[in-house]
């Protein structure tokens, strides 16, 4: 398995609609292996393959407290229950976090690596990183999903380990690519939080138990 290299807003390719899998052979599992990896890698909660360069419906999901990652091949929310505010983030924003409206609840159905089709109903974390992931796959990123202008955060993690929230208008493309920099050296610029989109550390912004995506 390899890491691969996460494409950073604005690449095209993450405005691009994946094409529905169609074919569950050994490179489709070697992709799903590597992008395991990535996200693992870059501490991620999830990964859609356009992230990757792939158009194809492919995505992983691992929430914090996971052993196992969650393999999900056209995947397809088909119902959505409830609506909460949380914070978000993503593996090709990196360094950014906003406030966005996900379902309380979701029903998904989608197929394995070998093509069996499964169904699934989520809430929490794993309800918010499948729609965030389904959503690369359809090219639409949670920043089209800001409850407000003015909740699109850059963060900066300080000294202590805190994250900081400084306003911000548009992604700045010299700033997301040297987070991104700083992601591949993990001992440089502070931990987890800062590239953990999830990390549930909503509290302070009042945000219920949400936590966010990636
Ligand atoms: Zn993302």
């Given at each position: 398995?390899?890491?691969l290299?996460?494409r ?19 490179k ?9 990896e ?10 859609a393959?356009?992230?990757?360069g ?11 407290d ?26 090709s924003?990196?360094g ?8 309380v ?5 989608y ?6 089709q ?25 920043i ?15 000294e202590?380990?805190?994250?900081e ?18 992601m591949h ?29 990636d």
């Amino acid at each position: 398995m390899a890491v691969l290299q996460v494409r950073l807003f604005p690449d095209p390719i993450l405005r691009q609609r994946a094409l529905k899998v169609t074919q569950f052979n050994a490179k489709l599992a070697q992709l799903a292996g590597d992008m395991v990896e990535t996200m693992e890698a870059q501490r991620g909660v999830g990964l859609a393959a356009n992230q990757v360069g792939v158009l194809q419906r492919l995505c992983v999901v691992k929430p914090e407290d996971w052993d196992e990652p969650l393999v999900l091949v056209n995947p397809e929310v088909i119902r959505r229950e409830g609506e909460r505010e949380v914070e978000e983030g993503c593996l090709s924003l990196p360094g950014y976090r906003g406030m966005v409206n996900r379902a309380v609840r979701i029903r998904v159905r989608y197929q394995d690596l070998t093509g069996k089709q499964l169904r699934l109903k989520a809430d929490c974390i794993l309800a918010q990183a499948i729609e965030h992931e389904t959503d690369h796959l359809n090219g639409i990123l949670y920043i089209d999903h800001l409850i407000a202008h003015d909740q699109f955060f850059r963060i900066h993690v300080n000294e202590e380990g805190d994250v900081e929230y400084l306003p911000t208008g548009e992604p700045d493309a010299a700033e997301l690519e040297a987070a991104a920099r700083r992601m591949h050296q993990p001992s440089a610029g502070g931990s987890v939080p800062q590239f953990d989109p999830t990390s549930g550390r909503t509290a302070s912004r009042g945000a219920g138990d949400a936590t966010a995506a990636d």
